[in-house]
């Protein structure tokens, strides 16, 4: 069975989302501690964008 609701988004979501961007870093854990290898900024309007009913995308990390 399918169920459908109406998802209501405030203004400030859609700017984000259009604007701003998000860290992506990958990790290498050592039991309870972690570094971090690398990380980049995610322009989430560029993977929304290019969607087609999926979200995805691609980005390079930089290591630090």
Not at 3 to 16: G, P
Not at 25 to 44: I, M, N, R
């Amino acid at each position: 069975m399918l169920y459908m609701s109406v998802v209501t988004v405030e203004k400030i979501l859609v700017v984000f989302v259009m604007q701003d961007s998000c860290v992506v870093e990958l990790h290498q854990s050592f039991g309870t501690d972690y570094q971090t290898l690398a990380a980049c900024h995610l322009k989430l309007h560029e993977v929304l964008d290019r969607s087609n009913g999926r979200v995805h995308g691609t980005v390079s990390l930089t290591g630090r």
